[in-house]
């Protein structure tokens, strides 16, 4: 088949990766005028590199692997604890913290110099029985079997199928950075999760001397953004325990960056026809759970298994596609919206919670993990 995906994010390469090995034709096609090289650190629990690992990708060299997740107060007394090792040796595959620059090289290795058209804006979308033709903003067109929207929470693709304001605001947003910040959690395998009533912040090694931390704070898309940021974070946090000081005395104005969290009520069916959507443009959520980019591969890795098995009508798969992924990202994206991350849960009541929680959750959240057989694709 000749399928056309729009977005050459972390959603866009893997189905590409995924359709090339089955022999499809794959185009991408990219809005920004070259690759994006920005962002942060991302958090590949187990099921997402469960499916990098059938993809032919490995991260044994790159960011730093997360074992323990140590939930803290602001006064620095231990909450709770997640012994995250125990679902790698439950399911083989370790959680890591990489860059995404580095996700995305490995993602693109391999692939084909022209797979990826920059510059190309989709305004329009119309299909037949026939196929699917999508119009840029230059005029162009181009005509495949499928199409597959991957660009992210401001999805074009998602507005010509749902129409706009599918997506609201959450309630908190998130300042971020990655940098290298010399203190001991840095060269560790431990990440941290500190509540406190001015919000949260997480501390997690990324590799390299590298630490990606974050300060969620209340948000409204309507109010105006502080003019010096990391004033307002060192003003707001840095009363907290170590090692909160030392990081926001370490930070620049460079490293930081600003999202607002954003959520969509996950669809039963969430395409149409020939035409469906991968990762944020089906499900966008908040941060908190660290899964966007793993349940994004998720959808990569089911949206292959169901075209490979064919059939005459292709939407058929598509639906099917849709209705495999369901029962976990709708999971995912109504836990997400309760800000986890943000709950200040009682010392005394967290640690009833058992330390290896995590590792069954991982499976609830996963078509990969809980898959009877999965076989390279």
């Not at 954003?262 to 899964?291: F, S």
Request: proline fraction near 6%; charged fraction near 20%; charge should be neutral.
């Amino acid at each position: 088949m000749d399928v056309l995906i729009i977005g050459a994010g972390v959603g866009g390469l893997a189905v590409a990766r995924v359709l090339l090995a089955a022999g499809h034709r794959v185009r991408i096609f990219e809005q920004a005028p070259a690759r994006r090289e920005g962002g942060k650190a991302l958090l590949v629990w187990s099921n997402g590199n469960a499916v990098l690992n059938d993809l032919g990708i490995g991260l044994d060299d790159v960011g730093a692997r997360i074992d323990r997740i140590d939930a803290l107060t602001s006064g620095g007394r231990l909450r709770m604890s997640m012994n995250i090792a125990h679902a790698a040796d439950r399911y083989g595959f370790p959680t890591k913290a990489v860059p995404r620059r580095d996700l995305m090289d490995r993602l693109a290795d391999g692939l084909p110099d022209d797979l990826v058209h920059y510059g190309m804006t989709c305004r329009s979308v119309t299909q037949d029985e026939n196929g699917v033709t999508v119009t840029f903003a230059d005029g162009s067109t181009a005509t495949g079997d499928l199409l597959i929207g991957a660009d992210g929470h401001h999805s074009a693709v998602r507005r010509h199928l749902w129409g706009d304001g599918a997506v609201r605001p959450a309630t908190f947003g998130t300042w971020q950075g990655l940098s290298p910040i010399e203190i001991p959690i840095t060269d560790t395998t431990r990440h941290l999760m500190i509540t406190g009533r001015e919000g949260a912040c997480g501390l997690m090694p990324a590799g390299n001397g590298l630490l990606q931390w974050w300060f969620d704070t209340r948000w409204s898309s309507a109010a105006p953004r502080p003019t010096a940021p990391l004033a307002e974070l060192r003003r707001r946090f840095g009363h907290w325990a170590s090692p909160v000081p030392e990081v926001l005395a370490a930070a620049t104005e460079d490293d930081l960056e600003f999202f607002g969290h954003h959520w969509n009520k996950v669809r039963r069916v969430w395409g149409e026809g020939r035409v469906t959507l991968v990762g944020d443009a089906a499900h966008t959520m908040p941060p908190t759970l660290g899964q966007g980019a793993n349940q994004t591969l998720e959808d990569a890795w089911v949206l292959g298994q169901e075209i490979a098995k064919g059939g005459d009508d292709p939407a058929v798969r598509l639906r099917a596609y849709e209705q495999a992924r369901y029962p976990h990202i709708s999971l995912v994206s109504r836990m997400a919206k309760r800000n986890p991350a943000n709950w200040r849960t009682p010392p005394l009541f967290a640690r009833l919670i058992p330390e290896t929680a995590q590792t069954a959750m991982l499976a609830r959240f996963s078509n990969r993990l809980t898959a009877t057989a999965a076989p390279p694709v």
